[in-house]
DNA sequence: TAGTGGTCTAGACCACGTC
DNA sequence: ACGTGGTCTAGACCACTAC
């Protein structure tokens, strides 16, 4: 194909054989040193091409393990709203958020934990309204279904006025919990949120949780809840997916004033390149 | 800070410098043999160095022209309803999508093209309903804000029997235009959409046309517009913008189910783990 | 044509996971 | 301790941009 450069040539054909299904998810690709043999070319060249095939989502490369082929093919395409609606499927008040993946259960792929912290993050601080470096609440959890690599990690920060508010959710179990039940019990309700979406670089640590290549981008939603009581953030939680395992969709409506048909049956140009991203 | 490889350590420090203002977005860092020989490391290290602070957005590296620094800092963050509004206000009835990002007027940054291209692209013949290599009429831009680099890409395909209904559109400037409603007007209205978003790596052309990093991911909007005659696709509207770029951002809003503050004051576990992306 | 980043090699050594 | 991927070097050559 591409006679430009060696590795990228090599990571055509290695990627060609692993969608021709040479080598089959989770197992292991044949070692540098062995490729490097195969294609005639040194192994630095197909660390290289093995580098662009990890950013692609095709393999995972660890050291002292060897070069996994993932679980490719596989995005989920999940039909968000913006509806926040009472989970009350297990005979408690939880809620459930945008999402139509139904109800499989997913395991914890580590146990969670949850406990008092200081909150490093500069951007987590602003959002949730404290000081860098506070000791904060957080539940932290990784995720997904049965038999499959970690889908996502998930971290809540729960505001310190809000443990002073309902002290039980600092006891609970580290698992999954009706804290946000109990927030607004002790006084917030009603909660109010809203989502952040992005595009980033994991960090070395998320790469790992996820089993995934650091140089496989991710999808980031973080949502912030706001208390109804003074208007404030009283938690944020945040989501981080491999960004080659989602799509999220998006179903438009017409506002008011797209009911019309033909408003005014002008003629003449308009200019869409206005206000769009 | 990390004495974990040299090349991180040394792309930490030369981040650093580039967040402390020693060289202004726009303008070109040293040579790598200068870097190689300020560090003492081989240029081969410096290079792998600068790849991090690429896939990171901070520099944009170009062969023969030298590693410019991009201009940072500037995340946009798009509050995104999911409302179709009509824009009248060039007095014509064309569409606002969802953003809130006001009126600003956007250059073109390469002349628009607009005529039939083949569809290659195996994703977007799917959605839009044709086959693969069909010819289709193609819209295609790259804007802006004004003095900053190009902001997004923006492709529509329009299926070949919106154009045997409304042939004017294929003689259309290939500028802005006001092609959806010549298609509603045409018989298709109403028009339905939905978005699916996504983040992946960029082609190399692609990186080329957003001054980008082939290492730096982008995020990807397709909008599916949907004929009220007959249900079947009309365009497909594909966005692609620089990942560092942008962040959108979502109001949740309560369902009828989740009005109620207490539902039924029952006790126990909650699972939310279910459902949620 | 000169200048700059990109690729490639051979060989050495390091770092991490596994045994 | 071993095996695997990761990093690093010196030096050569290639590819693209600008002049």
């Known amino acids: ?14 990627r060609a054989r692993i969608e021709g299904g040479e080598w089959a998810p989770g197992s292991k690709l044949p070692r540098l040193d062995d490729f490097a043999k195969q ?11 093995i580098a662009v095939l990890e950013s692609e989502g095709f393999v995972w490369a660890v050291q002292g393990r060897g070069i996994i082929v993932r679980h490719g093919l596989m995005r989920l395409r999940r039909p968000r709203g913006n509806l926040v609606k009472r989970n009350l499927a297990t ?11 139904g109800q499989e259960v997913w395991k914890h792929h580590i146990p969670p934990v949850a406990g008092p912290e200081p909150l490093t993050d500069p951007r987590i601080a602003k959002l949730l309204g404290v000081p860098v470096g506070s000791e904060v609440m957080r539940r932290f959890r990784v995720t ?9 990690i998930n971290i809540s920060w729960i505001h310190p006025r809000a443990v002073a508010d309902a002290p039980e959710v600092v006891s609970q179990a580290p698992g999954p919990g009706d804290w946000l039940y109990r927030i607004e019990k002790a006084g917030h309700w009603p909660i109010s949120w809203m989502e952040i979406h992005r595009a980033r670089m994991p960090t070395k640590r998320e790469a790992g949780l996820l089993e995934i290549p650091t140089s496989l981008p991710v999808l980031e939603i973080v949502r912030v809840g706001t208390s109804g009581r003074d208007g404030q953030p009283i938690e944020v939680t945040e989501y981080i997916v491999a960004g080659d395992r989602v799509e999220t969709v998006h179903v438009l409506h017409r506002d008011e004033s797209a ?11 308009s200019d869409n390149s206005t206000g769009r991203i």
């Open 259 to 269: 009911q019309d048909p033909w408003p005014e049956d002008v003629e003449g140009p």
């Open 39 to 49: 294609y005639g070319a040194n192994r630095d060249t197909i660390g290289r091409a």
């Open 91 to 101: 005979g408690s008040p939880g809620y459930s958020f945008p999402s139509a993946t």
């Open 144 to 152: 997904g279904p049965e038999s499959e690599p970690p889908f996502q």
């Open 1 to 14: 194909m591409a006679v430009h450069s060696r590795y990228l040539d090599i990571a055509h054909q290695i």
